[in-house]
């Protein structure tokens, strides 16, 4: 086994594969950019040394560098982690060439996945089952429209170098093919540098069921069982669960051997992912082989009760598998979700930002967190948004689920905005309950789950206001006694003055809506007046973590938190969170000529101007496109109008909040 080894990625995986290796000895080398000089990867591992700036390519895109600093550090062996260099057969072939051991597959087995049409054609020779479409070298435009209405619609192009979700479209008609097939290369260039493109039928409602394979040195390959990643938005997993609720015995039996048989193929070692498009017939087909660890392996970590960064550290120093395939075991139900910091409201805008407050569930047998970022960290605008990933285990999928709806409502975020109500939302969706999603689901109902400005419940409001005098009352408490004269009545914090009755006036803002509330009494008793309406309060007090109090005679119970700058409460089903302003401030309202312009929602690189001064534009026309955090952003006009300057060029790295576009005033 390994002494030390060097980690070639950041954030979450980062830290986890830490983790593992802490508990086996193994000595640990981080990799850090500009941006994550305080990052938690880098104060995690056994020690930490700079590679450039903030921008990937300029860090952790850089493999010399990296291969450099592992024989610097006198590391063994480099592991990639999933994203970067991950899946670059031409660093692992470095890492090799410089003495050193890749924790991954052969970069010949990358290879052969490299190229999505290079894998489909093989797996066809290999007798595992593909979607018919079309995988040519031939890239002409013209050439593309004719094999496109040969193989039928709807059909999906897909970027033949990519991942990730990235450069995929699917087309309804030919009349769409043309625009759909520029749009999809300019994204796969742009993310990947090559703009080659497959096209292959489209599976109406398909479930996305993946496979985890792993081979060793010796010629041994198995596979770990299912999970099923079909809860997705543009492409990208939202949901992911093992056992599929969908796969039957006999589906599972032939979808293993088939993965194992693509394995074999390519000579794969380590661990790989071989991903499979199923439709609601049990027909399945193969869609790529991801050659490295995903993202959602620990539902099967919890479900096998192996650790896989512990089998890919023992293969790549060159053990045997430590299990035959009859010998895999499968216990219970997990799923998993990603917390990002994103915007649900605003079409999961990537935001960026501290993280003020970071409140995530204490780990337990039901519960795991895998976080790369602890309250006080900054989510950047050069990585990936995740927070963290939250993976709840239980006996089957019902309880799986209720822990993680527990697990979800122990999470809060203050800073940047996240998708955990969205979440929330998703877990309860009867089509995620039931297990009947499919991948094209969310896209087509997405108004299903996203959060929704409803009425304030007065039972929340009422718990929200004892839970902000309690914790006044304490404060105030704590801080008299702190001072010359502990048992003075100023001390108490009730509220009382010489005169007249008690009363304090509490201020909430909730969203962009001004709350008053007159509140008399103290330690729990309460009389809320709000616009001539009276509450009673009484016996409100935190019990094991929650707050009971009886609200105008009928008991209720609450997760609730409360400092002297918002309060949140938290019912189990809903979120509640008021802010809390100084009584006698009052906010104006949006400045007006808003709807003038087109401001850069981030920080980020322009790719295409669409709009010209003097250009008639229609209200919702596409202006700019620009790409943020691994995306492309589309920048549409707010009104109709006519265009009077455009202020920037594509190419232009531009900062959040300017001005790309005017119109003439109306």
């Known amino acids: 086994m390994f002494d030390k080894i060097l980690i070639a990625n950041r954030g979450e995986i980062a830290c986890r594969v830490i983790r593992t290796c802490r508990r086996l000895g193994i000595r640990t080398v981080a990799v850090y950019s500009e941006a994550d000089i305080s990052a938690r990867h880098a104060r995690l591992a056994d020690e930490a040394w700079p590679i450039g700036g903030p921008r990937p390519q300029d860090s952790y895109l850089r493999g010399e560098a990296i291969i450099e600093v592992a024989k610097q550090s006198g590391a063994q062996a480099i592991h990639p982690g999933y994203g970067f260099l991950s899946e670059n057969a031409d660093f692992a072939e470095a890492v090799e060439a410089a003495g050193l051991v890749f924790i991954g597959p052969k970069a010949a087995s990358m290879r052969k996945m490299g190229s999505k049409a290079g894998a489909k054609q093989l797996m066809a020779e290999r007798g595992v089952p593909v979607v018919p479409g079309y995988t040519g070298e031939d890239q002409d435009p013209a050439h593309l429209q004719r094999e496109a209405d040969r193989v039928g619609y709807p059909q999906m192009i897909k970027a033949a170098h990519g991942g990730g979700g990235k450069g995929m479209r699917i087309v309804h008609d030919s009349a769409g093919f043309a625009a759909a097939l520029e749009s999809c290369q300019r994204e796969a260039a742009g993310a990947f540098g090559r703009d080659r493109v497959l096209i292959e039928r489209y599976i109406r409602e398909p ?154 569930p204490a780990a337990s047998e039901h519960v795991r967190v895998d976080a790369g970022v602890v309250e006080g960290d900054t989510v950047t605008i050069f990585y990936d948004p995740m927070i963290a990933k939250l993976i709840t285990w239980d006996l089957d999928r ?66 929200a206001a004892a839970a902000a005098l309690l914790h006044d009352e304490a404060a105030t408490l704590a801080h008299g006694q702190a001072g010359p004269d502990p048992h003075s009545p100023w001390a108490i914090g009730d509220g009382w003055r010489l005169g007249h009755a008690s009363e304090r006036l509490l201020c909430f803002n909730c969203r962009g809506e001004r709350i008053e509330l007159h509140a008399r009494g103290s330690a729990g008793d309460y009389r809320l007046l709000d616009a001539g309406v009276e509450t009673l309060i009484r016996g409100a007090r935190f019990v094991d973590g929650r707050l009971v109090a009886e609200v105008d005679g009928r008991q209720w119970r609450m997760r609730a938190r409360a400092d002297a700058a918002a309060v949140t409460v938290h019912d189990g089903e809903r979120r509640v969170r008021l802010d809390r302003v100084p009584a006698f401030r009052f906010e104006g309202n949006a400045a007006a000529g808003l709807g003038d312009r087109i401001s850069a929602p981030m920080p980020g690189r322009i790719v295409v101007i669409k709009a010209t001064p003097g250009q008639d534009v229609a209200e919702g026309e596409e202006l700019l496109v620009m790409e943020a955090m691994k995306m492309e952003l589309s920048l549409r006009a707010p009104r109709a109008g006519r265009v009077a300057a455009v202020q920037a060029a594509a190419g232009d790295f531009v900062d959040a909040d300017a001005v790309l576009v005017k119109l003439e005033a109306p």
């Open 398 to 463: 019902p309880r799986a689920l209720a822990r993680l709806r527990e697990a979800l409502a122990d999470c809060e975020v203050v800073g940047p905005k996240s998708n955990i109500d969205f979440l929330e939302k998703l877990v309860r969706h009867p089509r995620v309950v039931e297990g009947t999603i499919h991948t094209a689901y969310l896209d087509a109902h997405l108004d299903e789950v996203l959060p929704r400005d409803e009425p304030l419940p007065d039972a929340h409001l009422a718990m």
């Open 207 to 360: 479930r996305h069921i993946e496979i985890q394979v792993f081979g060793d040195r010796h010629g041994n390959v198995i596979h770990l069982n299912e999970r099923e990643c079909s809860a997705q938005r543009r492409y990208q997993k939202v949901v992911e669960e093992s056992p599929s609720p969908f796969v039957t015995p006999e589906l599972r039996a032939r979808m293993g051997a088939a993965a194992v048989e693509a394995a074999r193929a390519i000579d794969y070692v380590n661990a790989g992912t071989v991903e499979f498009i199923v439709g609601a017939d049990g027909g399945f087909y193969f869609m790529e082989i991801n050659t490295r660890l995903q993202v959602e392996h620990p539902v099967t970590e919890l479900v096998t009760g192996l650790d896989l960064v512990e089998w890919q550290l023992r293969i790549a120093a060159g053990e045997a598998l430590a299990l035959r395939q009859d010998e895999v075991r499968r216990h219970g139900h997990a799923i998993e979700v990603r917390l990002y910091a994103e915007d649900p409201s605003q079409n999961f805008l990537p935001g960026s930002g501290k993280l003020e407050t970071l409140r995530l």
